[in-house]
């Protein structure tokens, strides 16, 4: 029973919203490369959203291109969101690994990113007066996503319907939290950085004299 | 052979590097400031002079001894220009090549046979409909109106009305006249704006007030105000907006211009006869999109609209009193150039206090250096005006030439861009609609050519379109079948594999029973277990 590949084990867990992880869990099965690869996959659609989209629904700023925010938008998002769900639901009594959340949250972020290229295909075929069709398709993706997520979540740390909810919640406030860290840890360093160049400068100018 | 190119070339390249050197030279030997232009994200880029400084006028210029400190300008119907030289409590009239003064106003004839002389007179109009002066005769608390010998026909002062605070004194500092006789006056201490005349001179009400700017702070005062008791509301700060500056009419409509460092709202008004405001709800903005920094002083400077001049053709000249640069817009808003600095040289500007316009030209009086600067249009300007004329008239392919014309002077100029784009569109060019409406970074026109664009593209190839879907699902079809017969076949396969394995193992356990039979002695249930696997 459930012999399936890397692949089709992404078209099961997609497909199948309510049973799908857990036959995943069962089966104990998912792959991190695969993983990487829909978070990648992620990355591109974000970039292509933003840089490739039908120049009717929209001008794109295309004085300079920065890579940043869309890392930020896609990958680093994701891993906040990983390592937010890990070291919350490790106290909650999860039962997942962070392999495990990594591998199950990816996996439930396929329909989205369908949905981010169907519409970027759809934006340079229609025009604005049909932009009631990639907004449904767009609403779909975005709902479709959130409800794996919700699955991925509850099938691999075992949860209940409500402790699921929380744990989310929980998850969003970690993030915000983790945030909040790196700011106050890159305003750090660089005052750090400005006391040591400032220090540098002055001595600099005394050995000259 | 070598050598007596290079001996050829050398006076070549020296011929050439010495002409580009000359034209660099002349071209910027026009202004004292970089012209600049904004394009479609509010960022400042090199863009082509609409106006040139021509020359500088002062009072001695024109035989009239030096102006001091003059604070308004007009251009009326009998093509003749009027100052209104404050400090020297005068009106000077100045033809209309502004080279000889006309005459001199200064004396004033009162009706009952009197004479009265002006005391800082601030504003100056004249109406084309009765022919009469209008003057804001400041510290005379007046308007005088007077016909064009000097004969004062009436004279409008402080109105006694309860809605006119008696405490407040009345110091008209800019005046204007509708068709109808109507009299607008702008005051130096009232907020609730122009103070509005009839024919008869008798005050009927203030017209065409600011809004106040929604801040924070003016958002948090009014849920203050909500629960504290009337004493205490009375005796806080009221939220007041900035009275208006300046004003100008063009036919039905009176557009004022606000000048303050903080305001933002209502900076710039075109109102109509009912006082409402037409560019309330447009989302407008006047003046520079980035605030200057000035690096002398450490501050930012916001601009500060002083007047405003509407020219014949329609287009809105504004002057920001900041950084001494002139605005101009087309009816519909639209940045056209930028001219003007805060400079010592002629075209720069020190405090500029006025603006008047006519025909092509330009000009401003600067109240501290007692000038009024002539400005023409240049060639490049004669062509963006002439497009922009024809696109808001709505002729878009009468402009395309023009436009076209434009671009080749300016390639950043984003409004040849967009009149480009509208008139392909509107000629069935949409493949070069999509192209221009690109450059332009117009989405919305761009829509609509792409629109134009699909449907032509799908009358043109809905034959090959339709060929290559029939194809498509036939092949799909086709595959599909193939797949599920190669899924049977190797299914069958299977099966037939599982089969003889199968008949294998029965002749096996037929041997096995045969070999058990010849040795004989072997119990049942073994032979059962057998029986159940092979089911």
Redesign the interface.
Known sequence: MMDLKPAEWVRHAVCHPVEGFEDMRWKKSGSVRTAFLIVFLLFVAQVANGRLYGFQFGVTYDKTFNIIPYIVQSIILFAAWVVGNWSVCTLLDGEGTMKNICIYSAYALVPYIVQVFVNLILSHILVRDEAVFIQAISIIGTGWTAILLFSAIKSVHQYSFGKTVFAIILTIVAMFIMLFLLVLFMSLVQQVYIFISTIYTEISYRIRV | MKKRFKKLLTPIFSFVLGLNFLTSLTASAGEPYDVYNYD??G?AIPSQAGYIADRAVSGYDLGAGAFDNPNDIFYDHNDIFYIADTNNNRIVAVNSDFDEVVEIYDRFKMPDGSETTLKKPMGIFVSAENDYMYIADNENSRVLISDRDGNVISEITKPVSEVYDQKRTFLPQRVIADKAGNVYVVLNNITTDAAMFNPQGEFTGFYGANRVQPTAEIIGNYFTNLFISEEKKARRARNIPTGITSFDIDGDFIFTCTQSSTQTTDTVKKLNAAGNNIFANMDLSFGDYTPMYDTSQNKVLQPAICDIDIAEDGNINVLDFTTGRIFQYDEDCNLLFITGTIAKQVGGFDHVAALESKGENLYVVDSSKDTVTVFTETDFGKIVHKATRLHNDGYYEEALEPWYEVLKRDGNYRRAYIGVASALLRKGDYEGS?KY??LA???RI??KA??GY?MNYLKKNFGFIALIVIVLSAVFVFVSKKLRKRRLAIEKAKQEEQDQLAILDRQIRILEEASVFVRGGQNDNDENEKEEKWI
Do not use: L, V
């Open positions: 479609r994200w960022e999509m409406s690109e970074d117009s989405s761009y829509n792409f629109e699909r």
